[in-house]
Each structure stands twice: as C-alpha cells, then as structure tokens.
C-alpha cells in the first residue's frame, strides 16, 4: 500500500536535478524528502505491525475457542469409547450366558419330555366304557376287566391298582360318548 506521503515524497525526488551538491553533502530539500520518506516507511510498518498483531489475536482467540471444542469433543470421544468398550464386554457376557440358558434350557425339556413321558407309561386309558359301571369300587372293576380281557394268565404277578378316574371333562348326557377312564397302574 502506498500513502500520499509516499508519492509526495517520490514526486519531490523526481524534480532535483542532483542528489548532491559541489560541497558533498545534499541540499537541503533532498534530506527533508528523505526524512517524509522515512516517515512514511516506519508509519506503514507500525501499521502493518499492528495489523499483524490484531490478527495474531484474532487468531490465537479462534485456535483457543477451537481448541476448546477440540478437547470438549475428545472428553466426548474417549467417554464413548469406554461407555462401548463396557457395553461390549457385557454383552459378550450376555451371549456366554444365553449360550449356556439355552443348553440348560434344552436339557430341561429332554428332561420334561422324559419324565412326563415316564408318568404316563403307568397309566391306562379306557374307552368305551358306559358312565359309573366301574362304580362303587372302581379298582376293583378294572383289576377283574383287565384278567376278563387278557385272561387270567396274562399277568405274571397281581394287579395292583393306585386309582382310577374318569377324565376331568364333565359328565356327559345318557345319550352322548362315555367319558375314558384313566388308570393309575402300582409300579
């Protein structure tokens, strides 16, 4: 940037006819030109100083505002990280113990399936029999029907009989299917 002092001081210079005299030293009027000249450099570099400075702190005022955020954001990220990092290691702990839920889990349905499969090899169920004729001693009746049926040889030892009953639905009319009587055998 040039100032006026700078074309005033270079349009003075440009009309003397010499920069020095017979004497040696310069006339009077060059070393004023000089001083403006001077003047003006040292103002455009106190200017420019200033400038530079203001911007140095506009500057360092943004990088420290930027800075700021920077860190906030790394606070930020680093607590994601360790908040994930847990949230990893527990639910590779959940999946070890599904894992092993579902395999106990499913040995106890095997077990379910055997056991109830096992309660049931002792019952008999009956069907076809009218409503009450098992009636007053139902035990009794189907210890005879049973020997009536398969004949009295078919069984290597007596007939022990925990108890018996007809199923829990309720009684039907005269006229209707017969309920099946179940049959709990002594094991």
């Known amino acids: 940037m040039h100032s006026t002092a700078d074309s005033d001081s270079a ?4 009309n003397q006819p010499s920069l020095c005299s017979s004497h040696g030293s310069p006339p009077p009027t060059v070393m004023d030109a000089a001083a ?5 450099i040292d103002k455009l570099k106190n200017e420019n ?28 990220i ?25 395999k106990e889990n499913e040995a106890m349905k095997k077990q379910l399936d055997y056991l109830s499969n096992y309660t ?11 409503e009450s004729v098992e009636m007053p001693k139902p035990a009794d009746f189907v210890c005879n029907l049973l020997c009536e049926v398969f004949g009295p040889n078919a069984f290597e030892m007596p007939i022990i009989i925990d108890r018996v009953h ?6 039907p009319p005269a006229d209707a299917k017969p309920r099946p009587l179940l049959v709990r055998m002594h094991s």
């Open 120 to 130: 049931q090899r002792e019952n008999i169920r009956i069907i076809g029999l009218p």
């Open 36 to 40: 403006d000249f001077q003047a003006a």
């Open 166 to 171: 007809r199923t829990a639905a309720p009684k």
């Open 11 to 14: 349009a003075k210079l440009a």
């Open 49 to 76: 100083l200033e400038s530079l400075a203001n911007f140095q702190k506009e500057c360092g005022a943004a990088i420290s505002a930027l800075q700021r955020t920077v860190d906030v954001h790394g606070k930020m």
């Open 78 to 102: 680093q607590d994601v990280e360790e908040s994930l990092t847990d949230t990893c290691d527990q639910l590779a702990g959940l999946g070890e113990t599904i894992a092993r839920l579902m």
